[in-house]
Each structure stands twice: as structure tokens, then as C-alpha cells.
């Protein structure tokens, strides 16, 4: 029986990749940071940790686990110092970069498409914080660390029962509105462009055929769909399911309706991938997996399967 360590595995993706694992036969260990963790089952066990705790991560590894996924978030203060431990201490290692990382430079984006680190012209947001450019340097890292246990994957937008996004604004804010009975304000500069949006129990089945899968060595894969809609589709796609109104604002007016002011992570954030067309090509993964795109949900369709679950008040 193989043992696998899932890192943040009650998330958005996770809650619906750790049951795949255990119908595999494998052993699992869930680690996050929740305060309510599930209860434990056969072959399924939860604890809380902090997984930033360097000497707690080498302790939980001398399990010896055959693999790892990695759902956490790594900044450039952090890249360096953890990736190498879980390398060293596994037979395979998922590492959870996104779509972010790439340029808008080609469509549809493939796995080898140009990345915003090296070739965005805005040297600011080149040498970011930014979640987009910490995960692009994650992958040149695990490339150069000359391992050969590795696979990277790029999730687009995700949603699930614990999590929906419009543009850049998160469950929190949607349910927000449409308590307050108001139209939610989206950026009129990014109505017409493209945005691609998974439903998490597909990238979750992904995610659960190429965990040990030979062909997934040393190898990327946009863990994606590859149906994608304009903003003001998706728009009105919330509009028809949820009920929720929106209204087209200036950038400024739309940057502070998140948190109340406009801060780089949510600037960079809409303007280097809300802005920016994601026509996603998933064939490589759909390949290795042995799964076709008409195996994967519609938006629509995934949108109302988890509208009782988006809609529930914490």
C-alpha cells in the first residue's frame, strides 16, 4: 500500500482529490491548517500543522511517504528552502504551480508557452511578490535542482464547494452582494476577454492519474479545461444560477470593491491574468490521464452542481 502526504488537503482542489486517493488503495495522511479538521477514516488520517514550521515538515517526511502533493504556497522567502526537503524525501512530488505563470503571448496556451517572468516588459512586476511570478520561479527551481521525481501542474481558475471566483473576487464577496441585494461591480475593461474556470472535481481526478504515472516524470501539465468564456459570460452565467446582478466599473472603483483599497497582489492579480485572454490547451494531460474533454463538466453545468455549497453562510 502506498502512502501518500496531501499538504493543505482540505482546500478547494483537495477535498475532492484526497477520497480519489483512498478508492486508489493508497494510504493517505492529510496535513492543513484547519481549525475543524474531518473526522479520521480507513487508511485516511487529519491533523493540523503548520507545514512553514521547517523542522516539523522533516520530522512528518521521515514517514516515508511514496508520494507527496503539494497544495501549499511558497513565496521567494520560502521556494528555496522547502522544495528541496520534499524532493529528497519522496518518490514523487506534485508541485502546484498555476496558469498565472504564463505571458499573454500565444493562444491557445500550451505547456511551453512563454512565461510573464521572462518576458513581461514591466520590469515591476517582473521582480514582484506576486503569486504568479513566485510560482513561475518554484518551477525553474524544481527544473534545476537536477531531480528526476518531480511533476509540476498549472491549475486555471478552480471552483468548488469551498470556493467560487468572479473576475477577482472571491465566494466572500459574492455572497456579500447578494445578501446586500446590490449588483456586484466588475471591471469594464476586462468584459470581452476570455477566462477559463474548472470545476475542482475534474482537476481532482486529473491530479489522482498522474500521482505515481510514469509518463507524469519530470513533466508539466496545464491541469486545466479547455472550455473558456468571455467575463461578461461567465457574468451572466452567475447572473442566471445565483442571481447575482453586476454593474461595469473604472479599475479603481472595481480594485476596492475586494478589501476596501487597492493593493499590488489584487493589481497584479487582474491585470497580469484577469486582463489577459486564458484559452487554455489541456491535450498533454488529457493524454497522459487518458481522460477527454467531454469527460470534464461545463462551467455552467459545475456552477449549478455546487450552487447549495457556494451559496451556505460560514
Do not use: C
Not at 222 to 230: A, D, I, L, P, R
Amino acid at each position: 500500500m502506498k502512502k501518500v502526504l496531501v499538504i493543505g488537503g482540505t482546500g478547494a482542489m483537495g477535498t475532492y482529490l484526497v477520497p480519489k486517493l483512498v478508492e486508489r488503495g493508497y494510504k493517505v495522511d492529510v496535513i492543513a491548517n484547519d481549525e475543524v479538521l474531518p473526522e479520521n477514516k480507513a487508511n485516511l488520517t487529519y491533523s493540523r500543522a503548520d507545514m512553514y514550521d521547517e523542522k516539523l515538515v522533516r520530522e512528518t517526511l521521515k514517514n516515508a511517504y511514496d508520494g507527496v502533493v503539494d497544495f501549499m504556497i511558497y513565496d521567494d522567502t520560502k521556494i528555496a528552502r522547502y522544495l528541496p526537503i520534499y524532493l529528497d524525501n519522496t518518490d514523487h512530488y506534485i508541485y502546484f504551480s498555476s496558469y498565472r505563470v504564463f505571458a499573454d503571448k500565444e493562444h491557445p496556451i500550451v505547456e511551453t508557452s512563454p512565461l510573464g517572468v521572462d518576458v513581461s516588459d514591466d520590469l515591476d512586476y517582473r521582480y514582484a511578490n506576486d503569486y504568479g511570478i513566485y510560482k513561475a520561479k518554484g518551477e525553474k527551481l524544481i527544473r534545476g535542482f537536477g531531480r528526476n521525481n518531480w511533476t509540476i501542474v498549472r491549475p486555471a481558475i478552480t471552483y468548488s464547494k469551498k470556493r467560487s471566483q468572479l473576475m477577482t473576487l472571491e465566494r466572500q464577496h459574492i455572497l456579500k452582494y447578494l445578501d446586500a441585494g446590490k449588483p456586484i461591480p466588475l471591471y469594464e475593461g476586462a468584459k470581452n476577454v476570455q477566462g477559463t474556470m474548472s470545476w475542482a472535481g475534474d482537476v481532482a481526478e486529473m491530479l489522482a492519474r498522474l500521482l505515481f504515472n510514469p509518463a507524469a516524470i519530470k513533466e508539466d501539465f496545464n491541469v486545466t479545461t479547455s472550455e473558456h468564456h468571455t467575463w461578461d459570460e461567465i457574468a451572466g452565467y452567475y447572473k442566471d444560477i445565483f442571481g447575482l446582478d453586476h454593474v461595469y466599473v473604472g479599475e479603481d472603483e472595481y480594485l476596492t470593491a475586494r478589501d476596501g483599497v487597492v493593493n499590488d497582489w489584487n493589481k497584479w492579480q487582474l491585470r497580469y491574468d484577469r486582463m489577459f485572454d486564458r484559452i487554455m490547451d489541456n491535450s498533454k494531460v488529457l493524454k497522459v490521464t487518458g481522460m477527454k474533454q467531454s469527460d470534464l463538466i461545463s462551467l455552467y453545468d459545475g456552477l449549478s452542481r455546487e450552487k447549495k455549497t457556494i451559496l451556505e453562510r460560514p
